[in-house]
């Protein structure tokens, strides 16, 4: 199911300082900014070759990643995601094991126009985790 590991995800209360640090202290670039309207972000990659580095700073209040920075104003790790080669596949054979996938089972996309699902941290060891399809 799992085809492997795709981005870890950071939310960043502004992505200019971040990219400022990175490229500072790191030497790193970020890609171009884009905006998830679905997910409330504002979001840029960090291409690393064999996986991705994704920040996203929210683009209005009632977004998740709004909420994560009330909780963490500095930010941190958000999740992280793994390509499967089907969503819907993955949906049905981790809640028929007992896993909670979130959303409201409507089709939730990425800013690449990926089909995406989320599995709740108590599912996965503490962690929130992305499910990201790849054709």
């Not at 199911?1 to 300082?17: C, F, K, Q």
């Not at 500072?24 to 291409?47: F, H, K, P, T």
């Not at 580095?53 to 992280?80: C, Q």
């Amino acid at each position: 199911m799992i085809t492997g590991l795709s981005h870890v995800s950071i939310v960043v209360p502004s992505l200019d300082a971040a990219a400022k640090r990175l490229a500072e202290v790191y030497g790193l670039q970020i890609g171009e900014i884009s905006v998830n309207e679905q997910q409330g972000v504002r979001m840029a990659y960090v291409d690393l070759g064999n996986a991705k580095i994704e920040l996203m700073e929210p683009s209005r209040e009632d977004s998740p990643v709004a909420k994560f920075l009330v909780r963490n104003p500095r930010g941190g790790i958000h999740h992280f995601c793994v390509g499967v080669d089907s969503v819907d596949a993955a949906r049905t054979e981790l809640s028929g094991k007992g896993a909670q996938v979130l959303g409201d089972g409507n089709p939730q996309y990425n800013v690449h126009g990926e089909r995406i699902a989320f599995v709740h941290p108590k599912d996965f060891l503490g962690a929130l985790v992305e499910f990201e399809e790849h054709k």
